[in-house]
């Protein structure tokens, strides 16, 4: 009977014994669960962390800085364009995970990343890798959208893409010329970061890049540029779509506004003219006189006229362009526009 016992006994501690060893590893995963770094090239994050925190400004100016007109481009192939596209109207329907596989064909990666801020003032954000910020971010999340090529010796020149995850997402920001049209990545940025539900669409090459203007974004719909832009279009999406001008290609005016080939975005232009005359730009209106810089040539406007959605060509001299201050006066005046596109509001 004493052995009995003592068999009965030596059983419930190993028992015990074992279930505390459980209880343990599953604490101990848990933690390395939690701890573990979250957004990885698919665009998960890991369950209960916080995405990484970047300043999008600085992190948009790193890329950018690479950008050389004789720098190189290929041109996509019309399967690799549509892939990219399908795959950014996936992550808009909310189905990131269906978007990989697609990405992932094509060389592209997704992450998953949070809004950190910029240095007040200077629009120089810190250092990404620390993942902290030193201004006030939005804090709000978004999906990065980028070509893996970008960081190695033989980069495609292709596009970026970025998608707020914090809001049902309603207009675009688009960018053709990044250093071409010095401080447009800049300007597109903080638009994108001013309002929430934008998608910014920045090209991933100099438009003199490759050859015979195959990277000119804004005039090319062999682009992953113009592919994401047009499927933008096709779901209804207004946009905004920025450029630069020399001083002296219209002087005198500080920005020329248009609505490109369309007319459905004339109460949002007319609007945006307002904004930024009430912040002392001198502003041409295209829809009321000659102005040169139209605009009227532009891919994207074409066919976001053909879908009667409405489409800004805003072109910005370089004297405001070079200056932060007043480089925040014209985000401020847009996002008067994108705030209203955001609460789904076309006028």
């Not at 001083?247 to 005198?252: K, Y």
């Not at 007319?263 to 005359?277: D, I, K, M, Q």
Request: aromatic fraction near 4%; charged fraction near 25%; glycine fraction near 12%.
């Amino acid at each position: 009977m004493a052995k009995v016992r003592a068999k009965a006994i030596t059983a419930a501690a190993v028992t015990v014994a074992f279930g505390l060893l459980m209880a343990a590893l599953s604490t101990y995963t848990v933690a390395r669960t939690v701890a573990r770094p979250s957004g990885d090239d698919n665009g998960r994050a890991s369950e209960g962390a916080r995405a990484p925190e970047v300043p999008l400004e600085r992190r948009i100016t790193d890329f950018t800085a690479g950008l050389d007109p004789d720098g190189d481009y290929r041109e996509p192939r019309r399967a690799e364009r549509r892939a990219v596209a399908d795959a950014v109207g996936l992550i808009l329907d909310g189905h990131p995970a269906r978007a990989r596989p697609l990405l992932a064909a094509v060389g592209f990666r997704l992450r998953t990343l949070t809004e950190a801020g910029t240095e007040t003032g200077t629009g120089r954000g810190t250092d990404a890798d620390s993942g902290t910020g030193t201004g006030t971010g939005t804090g709000r999340r978004y999906a990065e959208l980028s070509d893996r090529t970008g960081d190695g010796p033989d980069p495609r020149g292709w596009a970026r893409v970025y998608v707020d995850l914090s809001a049902p997402v309603r207009w675009s920001v688009q960018v053709p010329h990044p250093v071409s049209d010095a401080d447009t990545e800049r300007l597109g940025a903080r638009v994108f970061l001013g309002s929430p539900g934008g998608v910014l669409v920045l090209a991933g090459a100099h438009r003199r890049a490759g050859e015979d203007d195959a990277a000119d974004a804004a005039h090319r719909t062999d682009s992953v540029f113009d592919a994401v832009c047009d499927e933008l279009a096709r779901r209804g999406l207004p946009g905004v779509q920025l450029h630069g001008f020399a001083d002296d290609s219209a002087p005198g005016r500080d920005v020329v506004a248009s609505t490109g080939k369309g007319r459905a975005g004339r109460p949002a232009a007319r609007h945006l003219a307002a904004a930024l005359t009430a912040r002392h730009f001198s502003v041409c209106r295209a829809w009321v006189r000659d102005c040169r810089l139209e605009g009227r040539d532009n891919v994207q406007g074409r066919r976001a006229a053909t879908e009667r959605v409405p489409f800004l060509h805003i072109e910005f001299a370089r004297s405001v362009r070079a200056s932060d201050r007043q480089i925040g006066q014209a985000v401020a005046a847009i996002g008067t526009v994108t705030a209203r596109w955001a609460k789904d509001d076309p006028g």
